[in-house]
């Protein structure tokens, strides 16, 4: 018919069209293997660059200026030698402290007074606390816990032998230790009486301490240690402020409670 054009149609052949789509699958298994090795490659080159997270890392900080220095994870902190001052000071006041808590424990049974019994509850728990981290203090620094005293003064103890009330009882070497003859007391003592001998005794206690950390601090190339300076100024601080507290509740009865009303008028 004229004008009349027939319309051609083109098809592919299976084969060709099957061929196509091999090659299209095959460039995306060739992809995804060369992603797979390119996210590996990464993974390793930052594993090696970085520490593992259970790794430590040592950092030395740098002078003023100066960057820091990352050191290797077998780096290992050296204690400072400890002075012979450190060691007798850490020795002495664990044998102070013990005669405190001594004196705290006969609280229960010697007196009703709730302010004391509180005062001495504290006491106890801070110093047998404290008992606790110098005897650690020593014993990783390879020192014994007690000093070698033979019931005689150790001559290596210049500045606490001034303050030695009864130099053949090794209890005495420390300042402000309560004597055998106070501590006879106070275990007779009830009520009142018992108050102000505790009282009284817990301040001379404390005021030794004191002494013993300003003994420490005065000599020279002691107290240099960063654990043993902190412990030292704390308790300082601590046994300051309890003595304030004792000598205010002194204050509320400044009598003698062993005196009777008809022998303070004589």
Known sequence: MPGYAPRLKFRRSPSHSKHNRRKAVARVRTLIVASIFASSLSISARAQEAP?????????????????????????????????????????????????????????????????????????SSQSDEIKFMKRWLAVRGEPISMAMPGTPDPKMPDMEKHMDHPAHPMALMPGM??????????????????HLFLTGMIQHHNGALIMVKDL??????????????????????????????????????????????????
């Open 52 to 124: 593992a997270a259970d790794t430590p890392v040592v950092v030395q900080p740098g002078a003023p200026g100066k960057p820091s220095k990352t050191l290797p994870s077998s780096t290992r902190a050296t204690l400072l030698q400890p002075s012979q001052a450190d060691v007798e000071f850490m020795q002495g006041m664990i044998m102070h402290h013990a005669q405190a808590i001594e004196m705290t424990a006969l609280i229960s049974s010697h007196t009703e007074n709730k302010d004391l019994r509180s005062l001495g509850a504290r006491i106890s």
């Open 217 to 266: 601090f005065d000599t020279a190339g002691a107290g240099q240690d960063a654990e043993l300076f902190n412990f030292a100024t704390d308790a300082d601080n601590t046994q300051r402020a309890e003595i304030r507290i004792m000598q205010g509740m002194l204050e509320k009865n400044p009598a003698e409670p062993d005196k009777k009303p008809s022998e303070e008028k004589r």
């Open 178 to 195: 309560l004597t055998p003859e106070q501590m006879d007391a106070l275990r007779k003592a009830k009520g009142a009486e018992f108050d």
